[in-house]
């Protein structure tokens, strides 16, 4: 990638943040239309994770203040969070805890350790499948996507590192046995968006419970909870540090194979020929994010470098545009896509075609922004 465009890029990152707030981020495209007021969500927590991942490689203290005050806007002295209801007990809201632990490392204050362990017995609480598994959501029973894993379980295990003696860390393990056990597919080695313990919903296979097809948003915050999860482990973990790191590898092996010769990944990842399918960013950028961590941890091969750099720059010649005011918008993003809910998802090809695709929204925006600053890093 040339400098020229790595700075139009970083314009991109400066021009959202300079233009957000907290009360009103301007990459939260899904809060906009629906016209309400912004609350502790998962995305942004992506966003912020990202701004203070650019505050480590250049050091400059925009970064930090920015993250500082969004944050800040939620969680207050007496460590409570604005917004943030534990008896909702959706997995979703753990994300943004991700954060609190840098925050606290930096400013030592109490309100953000408060706030991590607020958010810590959500997990006490959370509903879980017969063998171990956290629901997805309260209003999801007995359910289990892989969205969630990227959601709760890299908190889960720094919390258990670093505060809880490690008590915790051999559930996040079992849990992604139980996900590997469960929703791979053992002929292509993909996972499965959804899992329904019960065998109950409508979208879920009689035999196996798992959704019908593989989409690729959900494929790539798995690979993103590996990366992540195994980043905050004690390497004492020797075993579990090591399968974590096996289950990346095979992940991105499998998914190789699907990769398109502009170097994204279709919405439906392996049915790239079907009619109304498309190739989609949010998902190309986890699995971009995945690919880059990972070798810069050194949980891939050197050689890997290359799959994520060609995820990357497909997205950047593919969706990355400039409009007249010569503000960059970045297109091919679905914008919301689930099991099950109100209306009647039932995980089939036509639905995930049929979900919006917009430009400039959170969950393609900050994916993408994390892996640039993997790109950066690299």
């Known amino acids: 990638m040339t400098e020229q465009k790595k700075d139009q890029i970083l314009s991109y990152f400066n021009y959202l943040i300079d233009n957000s707030s907290a009360e009103a981020p301007l990459w939260n495209l899904e809060q906009i239309r629906e016209k309400k007021p912004n609350k502790w969500n998962y995305i942004d927590g992506c966003m912020i994770k990202a701004v203070l991942q650019m505050y480590e490689f250049t050091g400059e203290e925009k970064y930090f203040t920015f993250a500082r005050e969004f944050v800040d806007f939620f969680v207050k002295e007496d460590g409570t969070i604005a917004t943030y209801q534990v008896e909702e007990l959706n997995i979703d809201n753990i994300n943004m805890g991700k954060n609190l632990f840098y925050l606290y490392d930096k400013t030592g204050e109490e309100k953000y350790k408060k706030a991590l362990d607020l958010i810590r017995s959500q997990l006490d609480a959370m509903p879980r499948t017969k063998e171990g598994n956290f629901w997805h959501k309260q209003i999801y029973p007995n359910q289990v996507w892989l969205d969630g894993l990227y959601m709760a379980?890299?908190?889960?295990?720094?919390?258990?590192?670093r505060f809880h003696q490690m008590s915790g860390y051999m559930d996040v393990i079992r849990q992604y046995e139980n996900v590997e056990k469960h929703m791979k597919d053992p002929k292509t080695g993909l996972y499965y968006h959804g899992y329904d313990e019960s065998r109950q919903m409508y979208w879920a296979d009689r035999e196996t419970g798992c959704s019908p097809n593989f989409w690729v948003r959900a494929l790539g915050w798995f690979a993103a909870s590996l990366v992540d999860t195994a980043s905050v482990m004690d390497e004492s973990l020797y075993y579990e540090y090591r399968y974590l790191q096996r289950l990346l590898k095979d992940l991105i092996d499998a998914l190789r194979p699907y990769q398109d010769q502009s170097g994204m990944f279709y919405q439906v990842i392996d049915k790239g020929e079907e009619p109304?399918?498309?190739?989609?960013?949010s998902?190309?950028?986890l699995i971009a994010y995945a690919i880059l961590r990972g070798v810069r941890l050194g949980y891939l091969p050197k050689s890997y470098q290359e799959y994520g750099e060609k995820a990357f720059s497909g997205i950047v010649e593919t969706y990355l545009r400039e409009d007249g005011e010569n503000i960059l918008s970045l297109g091919g993003i679905c914008l919301v896509a689930g099991l099950g809910g109100k209306t009647h998802r039932d995980g089939s090809l036509a639905y995930y075609f049929s979900?919006?695709?917009v430009e400039n929204e959170a969950k393609g925006v900050a994916p993408f922004l994390l892996a640039f600053t993997e790109i950066l890093m690299a």
Do not use: K
């Open 153 to 161: 379980q890299p908190f889960y295990m720094e919390y258990e590192i």
């Open 276 to 281: 109304g399918n498309y190739l989609e960013t």
């Open 283 to 285: 998902g190309t950028a």
């Open 355 to 357: 979900e919006p695709v």
